[in-house]
């Protein structure tokens, strides 16, 4: 059982208990736990200390199973009874590991997490073996821990994509296992070269047995919902979509025959996201027919990424991945890929060219500003939106040559660039550019602080009122599939019956 979000399975009839209730009984139940041990080291039964505090022995046993919390006077007579003072009953401290397992035990059955299992409480007593207890116990810290790493916080989110980069930087961006499944995919419908069309990829999802179904119902967290049961993909049927309905439905595909299960970590959750997401590339640009496209265009002097996004009539950024998956394993050249939003922050990276991007001390980078002077921030200053632009960057680590392009998408414009040391230049289009910059970032005096007239002129007389990006701020939605109402999918498949 797969335990992302508790609330979703907890009877809303049922009031959760508060942090305050919860903490005070708590302290009911150590405070039974203490009185139990005592007892039973004084060698008294409840019957024996019944007669010495004058309280029924039914009354005693709920005080020492925590169920009920003695009164001062009670307290105080137990106190003398046990021959210990009121604040020895009080101690902080479980009076044995037994003692402080079952409090744990307990802790953990009345808390929201066991809760939401739906499971059956299990009765602490004497009559429950050691072994058992330490078992529950410990299936509860495990629980809580496995839980607590991947909630999807920020940082953890950062972690997990620095992870995967790394991973990206040590296979040059290419997975074979993809390529060689995608490469069955399209042998068995009969694709080989060429832009992949709309009834090819839908003889792919009849191959491999889906059926296709067009919404305009469908969540809005969602691109696509997969019905396992009846295996029909749904898709929505909008003019608006920035996404390519192909890779929309080959993403979804991909799922299914890459054997991913639900995710159980967010780290999960984004390799799968490559994975299906290279996969997709992958049937819409062999890897066969493309890679012959670049030899030939290397062969040339002619490499150009637009080039490629035409030849298979696929997107700027998707041609431009593409080519990082491409160019190491067959082309014998290191690069690096930016997507930049118009304000200057990275969204999306990839290098394996040593360039120096930015990071923070964790070594992410999502979300760094981009040196100024960097080919991805000076294309947005260009008038001529039709072609690419090209310049050469001379930074700390060498000299390096970009292209880059400008696509406006409803969150703002983005640039998407390639990059390459200066040693492979020699092979793309647009080498002869005149077009240089200079960049000595990470110093802050490249492009950090402003120059030096301008700040005598204006520091401490500017005081702007900055624009908050509270996601930033928020932890990562919850779930197998973070962002996506897994109630809200629920409804749809079941409306669709």
């Not at 299960?261 to 984004?270: H, W």
């Not at 880059?404 to 647009?430: D, M, N, Q």
């Not at 950090?448 to 990006?469: I, K, V």
Request: some cysteine; aromatic content about 8%.
């Amino acid at each position: 059982m797969n335990v992302t979000a508790p609330t979703w399975n907890r009877s809303s009839s049922q009031e959760p208990e508060t942090d305050q209730g919860i903490d005070a009984a708590l302290d009911t139940l150590a405070l039974g736990r203490r009185i139990r041990h005592l007892r039973k080291s004084k060698g008294l039964t409840l019957d024996d200390v019944s007669t010495l505090v004058d309280t029924a022995p039914s009354q005693l046993s709920l005080i020492e199973n925590g169920k009920r919390e003695p009164k001062l006077s009670l307290l105080k007579s137990l106190a003398r009874a046990l021959q210990v003072g009121v604040d020895d009953l009080l101690g902080a401290e479980p009076p044995t590991r037994r003692a402080a397992l079952e409090i744990d035990l307990e802790r953990a059955q009345r808390g929201p997490l066991y809760e939401a299992l739906g499971l059956p409480t299990v009765r602490v007593g004497t009559r429950l073996p050691m072994d058992v207890l330490e078992s529950l116990v410990g299936l509860q810290h495990e629980l809580e821990r496995r839980l607590n790493e991947q909630a999807a916080t920020p940082e953890e989110a950062r972690r997990a994509n620095t992870a995967l980069r790394q991973e990206m930087r040590q296979r040059n961006n290419y997975y074979k296992e993809i390529e060689q499944e995608a490469a069955k995919v399209l042998a068995a419908v009969g694709h080989d070269e060429g832009p992949l069309s709309h009834h090819r990829a839908a003889d792919i999802a009849e191959h491999l047995g889906f059926s296709l179904r067009f919404v305009g119902n469908l969540p809005h967290s969602t691109r696509s919902v997969t019905d396992l049961k009846n295996k029909r993909i749904y898709l929505t049927q909008t003019s608006r979509s920035e996404h390519d309905p192909r890779s929309v439905l080959l993403q979804a595909l991909g799922h299914y025959l890459l054997g991913h299960e639900a995710p159980t970590s967010y780290a999960d959750f984004l390799d799968q996201r490559v994975a299906t997401n290279y996969f997709a590339a992958a049937l819409m640009m062999p890897e066969k027919s493309t890679t012959a496209f670049l030899r030939r265009a290397k062969a040339n002097r002619e490499l150009a990424i637009e080039d490629l996004r035409d030849a298979f009539a696929v997107s700027y950024e998707t041609a431009a991945h593409r080519f990082t998956n491409l160019a190491t394993e067959h082309l014998g050249m290191t690069c690096h890929f930016q997507k930049v939003h118009e304000s200057g922050i990275l969204h999306k990276a990839y290098e394996n060219d040593r360039v120096n991007f930015p990071a923070d001390h964790t070594g992410a980078i999502e979300g760094q500003s981009i040196c100024r002077y960097w080919t991805s921030r000076v294309v947005f200053d260009q008038l001529d939106k039709f072609r690419s632009f090209e310049q050469y960057t001379d930074t700390v680590n060498g000299t390096y040559w970009c292209t880059a392009r400008t696509e406006r998408h409803s969150s703002g414009l983005y640039s998407l660039s390639i990059g390459v040391p200066f040693e492979h230049v020699k092979w793309f289009r647009g080498r002869d550019t005149k077009e240089r910059c200079q960049s000595t970032c990470p110093d802050e005096n490249c492009c950090r602080r402003p120059p030096a007239e301008l700040s005598s002129e204006w520091f401490g007389n500017a005081w702007p009122s900055t624009r908050a990006n509270t996601h930033l701020l928020a932890a990562m939605p919850t779930g197998a599939f973070p962002g996506v109402d897994e109630t809200e999918v629920y409804r749809f498949l079941q409306q669709q019956r």
